[in-house]
């Protein structure tokens, strides 16, 4: 395999937003361990869904976050993206002539509650009937309804580090007396301090690809493929691909509840869980496999996928308004 370029450095479309570029920083870092040589080059591209601050999905899905930097890439503008695996659809192939040519290791999926800036309260259980939550996923929203069908959990969006100003009252937008985000984003623009109540898996489930950085190049890019291809993490390919695979037979679209979370156990077994939920929670299914004859990430996603949809993950996906 011929090595990428020494003589130019190695493009990274990225959005712009401080998470984004924290993002970029680690991959730069560790490609730089792997080639000490390499130049690197950030190019901030602001997409579509930045510029947008009403409902995702009359825009045309969370896809839009990453358009503009594939379009780039397929056009040969950068040489390669870092997405972070949650925000890439679920319901499409991913697009044409793009890969994704490695995972990096996966961090904490785990999603928490924060308060504002100088609350005494701590978790869920502390906030009284009808207090208003914060959160950008239906996911969060229906595994929320579904233990709290009292509280009053409204769509946020926009940037991480803006939506805890906005729950500190630093910047406009409604009172907010709570609001949830991933652990794994806090961590990467340092406001992990903000954190209180840290949901297991079990209170609630992970976003498909949840925590998981992937770096995407053109299928076609050899030398790039082939370094990139040196950061892969094995172990977490092999969840992101269970759990991808489970999602696109769900045929879910953007406003669907949906997680999916896989673990390798121990002894090196795969154990996928997936639900899908109403709206208000109040409505789900929930199926769990591992590996048994077979270990192959894409049979076990399409066991879980299989059996969700026997328990009618397909009504309760079509009872819910795009
Ligand atoms: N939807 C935005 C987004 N995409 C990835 C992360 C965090 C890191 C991750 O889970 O990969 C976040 C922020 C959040 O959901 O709070």
Redo the contacts with the bound molecule.
Sequence with gaps: MTDFPADRPLRIGTRSSP?ALAQVEQVTALLKKHAPDLAVEPVPVTTEADLWQGDLAKLGG?GL?TKRIDQMLQRGEVDMAVH????VPGDVPLPEGLVFAAYLPR???R?VLLFPEGSDRHNLADLPAGATVGT??VRRKAQISRVRPDLNVVRLRGL?GT?VEKLDGKKPGPALDAM???????E?IGLTDRARQVFTAAEIL??V?????GLQCRRDDGPVAGLLARLNHDRTMREVTAERVMLHGLRGHCNSPIAGYCVTEPDGQLSLRGMVFSRDGSKFVHAHHWGENSNDPAVLGTRVCAELLRQGARDIIEGIPH
Excluded: Q
């Design positions: 998470m969370k976050f972070c695996v949650k925000d961090e904490d999926v999603d950008s996923a991480v939506r949830v985000l991933a652990l794994a984003g806090l990467r992970p976003a690809g949840a925590g998981v950085l």
